[in-house]
């Protein structure tokens, strides 16, 4: 197997999830393929970064205004070649906004989240989605561009309230407070989504803090709850995250 790095910390309890189900994927992998005990998992380097130095150094449209989060990333990208990784999967959905930069910073092949989606979407034959997730990746074009290379609808909660309500559900979740955390999320769809859109719609949890309010999440790429069908993405690309590590050449 190849030996995976991982940038993490951004935020850490979802880094967490990625390892766990990398780990998890291997064992089912390796156990359908009849090895015996102990079952085998790909080695791992963790480069967990400083979410207040991520946050605080995006840039905006302004020339050269992303310099210094390109490189705290490279630097991460870096150790994470000099550790021996022969694949990097990042844990986080908001720094796939700029993918395409940081795939150049690297010889390392990244694991694009919207590839790893519209690859699940198409084999499950899901063609429509609410996306929610971080303000940065709510507002961006990337996601529904990316996306709708795979023939999947992307869409966002309006502007405004319900976007800053997701925004406020994903700060309280990255302090850990997961109670009733569900419960206000559905409860947020159910504003958004007509009743007669929900069955057509999936909700896509495009922040990988969003997961942690489902007990049942990080279990499985896709579950029902309240009526509402919601995709997993964190599970989905730590998932392929592993079959980079088998197959991909």
């Not at 359908?32 to 791992?44: A, F, K, N």
């Not at 990042?90 to 690859?119: D, E, Y």
């Not at 996601?143 to 976007?163: D, E, K, M, T, Y």
Request: proline fraction near 5%.
């Amino acid at each position: 197997m190849k030996k995976l790095g991982i940038i993490g910390g951004i935020g850490w309890p979802s880094t967490l999830d990625y390892y766990r189900v990398v780990c998890e994927a291997s064992h089912q992998y390796h156990r359908r393929q009849g090895h015996p005990e102990p079952l085998p998992t790909p080695e791992i380097a963790i480069e967990s970064l400083n979410m207040a130095v991520t946050v605080n150094s995006r840039g905006d449209k302004t020339p050269g205004s992303w310099q210094a989060w390109d490189e705290y990333f490279k630097q991460a990208l870096q150790r994470l070649e000099a550790s021996g990784a022969q694949r990097v999967v990042i844990a986080s959905v908001t720094p796939h906004n700029r993918l395409a930069q940081l795939q150049k910073m690297t010889r390392l092949p990244i694991v694009s989240v919207f590839a790893s989606v519209g690859k699940y979407c198409n084999e499950q034959g899901v063609s429509n989605l609410l996306l929610l997730g971080s303000l940065p990746t709510m507002q961006s074009a990337v996601f529904s561009r990316q996306l709708a290379s795979f023939g999947v609808n992307v869409s966002v909660p309006q502007p405004g309230h319900h976007q800053k309500a997701v925004t406020a559900l994903i700060d309280q979740l990255y302090r850990g407070e997961t109670a009733g955390a569900a419960d206000q999320l559905c409860d947020l769809v159910q504003r958004v989504v007509p009743a007669e859109q929900l069955g057509e719609t999936h909700v896509l949890l495009g922040c990988t803090e969003l997961s942690t309010a489902f007990a049942q999440a990080m279990k499985a790429s896709r579950f029902s709850q309240s009526g509402i069908e919601f995709v997993n993405l964190a599970h989905i690309h730590a998932s392929d995250a592993f079959t980079h590590c088998v197959y991909r050449e």
